[in-house]
């Protein structure tokens, strides 16, 4: 590897991610920021693995790193359940109006996120007519009536929505690319709908749902706008813990431990995953 | 009764007439050939009879039963498609072995299908291949097996030699006579090179415009062309514009104006008046500047005008008095006539009354 590559990751991955690790072995500062390295007064200063002992000792960490993969696994495999029939239905569309779909998926990029995000406060808002309807007929079965709004479902929603088109794309990407002729062949052969869609269609568009996944789980990992927003306060998550280290508490060397923690989450799946879809690629 | 019988089978694109009342019939362990350029209809009958088109009207009947309601998947017809279309997540024995699955086979049974379809078309060393680790024609093997494997009661073959150079066009080309022959299966054919369609088939059906033209043997189709269509279609031909003068019991006398008369075998429909062309093959007419070329019923003066050396045989292109030009084929190996002419020699061309043919207009 060199060249502008190389430099390119150096610049942006690797010298971070280094600032990042010195960090979490410093002390947080009196005001927050990092104490001194070298200095003469009674204050802590030098290097530490105090951060690690910390992160390691309380169980709350570990539990909120579980249910960030939970609600990020939760968001992939809802995205990839919706966007899947979506992906499908644009490629195998008259070539004229694939381009317009395509451009309908990624339109709402074209306003702010925080924007769309708020929009759902006022979908999910107690006075909204999707409450109104969703409790009105919980009320029919005699049920208490929910609160949508500042709740995990919230959250969900509003994860799924935004990362949406992160699916849709590498999935149509990769079923537009596939020879229609393969389907005739296998219809030819016997197949019905069912396996021409589980033995052909689907395991040659794995590699479409594995990159659409990486795109959907990897920021749904570290997202901690939408749980503010939409999650109330209760619901908190490593986006969350590691802003609130970062700007509440001013606890720079934890929240870099906590970052780095999440990096090494994040690269342990991925890691996992590429292994297990490379058993599935042997074809180009 | 047929393997497989089209009666009155139409099929229309819009204005657009692909199959236009189509009537054949195809018999059991036949290797048929549909033989016509692109856009006669040929792919189209293929994929009714495939499944995966339906005809406008008529009917399509295997082994006497209409296949209307039957749709392609449940049909016992199987397909070898143009670029293959293999499967590129499937090894070879996961190919072939596919109609077998889709069937419900018992696993022992799928087995021994399997390895007997491997052995058959000598691919067992690369049953764990994928396709793209394949040459052509070991592609074109596997396609061929993975139709062939379930026994279905038809075997299509849509342009399957299309993607292969020449030579090896050619030893696919025995490899399939020779693997229809040990199958026992019926093969309907689809192809627009004449030479492939001669080489291979039982039968032809010629197709132009959506219609049958010619439906033969191919060396009936060869000697005997119904019309100018089919003797332009297969092989090479000279034509020469004609009228008939005399319409006798053994033999036709035809005048080409500005050249004379050509005695022609005889035609059970022409009759004096009748206009037409004289249609003979390269191979059929003779070339020399000796006597024994005079001496031939039909016979003229010419100038050589060009020539085409092939290896095997030379073509010459011989300018007539009338400025007609009619090609002569001479085999570069027959010792009497090695004789080799330049461009500018004056020559005889000569064939004897019984060769050639009058086709109506």
Known sequence: ?284 | MARLELRNVTRRFGDFVAVDDVSLSIESGEFFTLLGPSGCGKTTILRMIAGFDLPDAGQILLDGQDLADTPAEKRPVHTVFQNYALFPHLTVAENIAFPLRMARRPESEQRSMLNEMLEQVHLVDKAAAYPHELSGGQKQRVALARGLVNRPRLLLLDEPLGALDAKLREEMQVDLINLQRDVGITFVFVTHAQVEALALSHRIAVMNAGRVEQLDEPSKLYSAPQNRFVADFIGQINQLEAQVVEAAHGHLRLAVAGLGEIVAPPLAEAKAGDKGVYAIRPEQVRIGIHDEVSELKNHFSGEVKSLLYQGDVTVYRVGLANGAMLEALLPNSASGRAQLFEAGDAVKLGWRHDAGMFLHD
């Not at chain 1, 072995?25 to 204050?43: I, K, M, N, S, V």
């Not at chain 1, 690690?52 to 696994?73: C, N, R, T, W």
């Not at chain 1, 060397?253 to 994040?266: A, E, H, K, N, R």
């Open chain 1, 1 to 284: 590897m060199s060249g502008p590559p190389f430099v390119f990751l150096l610049l942006f991955f690797v010298a971070p991610s280094v600032i990042m690790v010195l960090a979490s072995f410093r002390y947080p500062g009196e005001f927050g920021g990092l104490a001194p390295l070298f200095a003469d007064t009674q204050t802590l200063h030098g290097l530490t693995v105090e951060t690690y002992e910390f992160f390691f000792s309380d169980i709350i960490y570990g539990y909120v790193f579980l249910k960030s993969i939970f609600v990020a696994l939760a968001t992939t495999l809802i995205c990839l359940l919706l966007a899947y029939p979506l992906a499908l239905l644009i490629a195998r569309s008259p070539k004229k109006s694939r381009d317009l779909m395509v451009l309908l998926v990624v339109l709402p990029f074209a306003s702010n996120f925080l924007v769309r995000v708020y929009a759902w406060m006022i979908i999910l808002g107690p006075q909204a007519a999707f409450s109104q309807a969703v409790n009105g007929v919980l009320a029919l079965f005699g049920m208490e009536p929910v609160h949508l709004l500042f709740s995990p479902f919230a959250v969900l929603v509003g994860m799924v929505y935004v990362h949406l088109p992160f699916m849709v794309l590498p999935l149509y990407t990769n079923l537009e690319k596939h020879d229609p002729a393969l389907l005739d062949a296998a219809q030819d052969l016997g197949a019905n709908v069912w396996h021409r869609f589980w033995r052909v269609t689907f395991p040659l568009s794995l590699p479409g749902i594995f990159s659409g996944s990486a795109l959907v789980f990897i920021p749904v990992l570290g997202m901690f706008a939408i749980p503010d927003i939409l999650g109330g306060t209760g619901d908190m998550l490593i986006g969350n813990l590691i802003k609130e280290q970062f700007l509440g508490t001013r606890d720079w060397p934890f929240g870099s431990t906590l970052s780095i923690m999440l990096t090494v989450t994040v690269l342990l799946i991925v890691w996992l995953t590429t292994r297990l879809a490379g058993r599935g690629r042997h074809y180009a």
